[in-house]
């Protein structure tokens, strides 16, 4: 029952977008429709995969998930040309490469770092496609999964240092690729690490509130210049 009403749901959801795609009157129930296929037939497949394996590691099953969604979309996506499949294409080509990774025994950092830059590449691609209205999202997900990632890595060592470096490069690819989603991504990583090393090093000393106020200072400059580069790079004249 739990199948019948989660893949079946699902399947019949895909079904219908499908017939909806040809006629205009029916089009703008293509994408709701899609959407919800996208939901719930992993949701099913996840749960055919509970009720019928005898064991084995979870890393299998959502690899299984997402090559098959991946699959579908990218076949929805040839017919129908919809944003909505590029979209749902992108996060189950995720979840697919993370979960091989994890099968692999990679570590998690490791595999947060591969798969934010494979998923920052393709999304560069698509920012210049038909499919460019779904970019600002992945951008965001690709570059928030690099900075994290990296941090992990590199975390109490003397490489450290290099985090405020990932972000600063994001700043500048934000100009080069006219992104406001990247430079807020860049601007926050590097807030969030000086925050951190501020911390880490002024927390228990005298120094603490004035640390406070030179990083209140150096917010507010940054927030300046991350304005200045909107206004100069990233925003298109009207």
């Known amino acids: 029952e739990r199948i019948i009403v989660t893949l079946g749901s699902g399947i019949a959801a895909f079904v219908?977008?499908?017939?909806?795609?040809g006629p205009a009157k029916r089009a703008r129930f293509v994408t709701p429709?899609?959407?919800?296929?996208?939901?719930?037939?992993?949701?099913?497949?996840?749960?055919?995969?509970?009720?019928?394996?005898?064991?084995?590691?979870?890393?299998?099953?959502?690899?299984?998930?997402?090559?098959?969604?991946l699959c579908q979309c990218l076949l929805f996506l040839a017919r129908t040309r919809r944003t909505a499949?590029?979209?749902?294409?992108?996060?189950?080509?995720?979840?697919?490469?993370?979960?091989?990774?994890?099968?692999l025994e990679v570590r998690d950092e490791v595999t947060g770092l591969v798969v934010g830059v494979s998923l920052f590449c393709l999304t560069r691609a698509v920012d210049r496609s038909r499919y460019r209205a779904i970019a600002p999202f992945w951008y965001f997900a690709s570059s928030a999964s690099v900075l994290l990632s990296w941090y992990e890595i590199v975390e109490n060592r003397p490489a450290e240092f290099t985090c405020a470096i990932l972000a600063g490069a994001i700043v500048y690819l934000s100009t080069v690729f006219k992104s406001r989603t990247l430079l807020a991504t860049g601007c926050l990583g590097l807030l969030v690490y000086v925050g951190k090393v501020?911390?880490?090093?002024?927390?228990?000393?005298?120094?603490?509130?004035?640390?406070?106020?030179?990083?209140g200072i150096l917010m507010m400059a940054l927030g300046a210049f991350a304005v200045r580069l909107h206004r100069r790079y990233i925003r298109t004249p009207a």
């Open 16 to 21: 219908l977008a499908l017939l909806a795609n």
């Open 33 to 69: 429709l899609f959407l919800i296929a996208a939901v719930l037939e992993p949701t099913g497949m996840f749960v055919a995969c509970e009720e019928f394996s005898s064991g084995g590691a979870i890393q299998d099953a959502e690899i299984a998930v997402g090559i098959v969604m």
């Open 85 to 103: 499949a590029m979209f749902a294409a992108l996060g189950f080509a995720s979840l697919a490469m993370a979960a091989g990774l994890s099968r």
């Open 198 to 215: 501020t911390g880490d090093h002024f927390a228990n000393s005298i120094g603490w509130p004035l640390a406070l106020i030179l990083l």
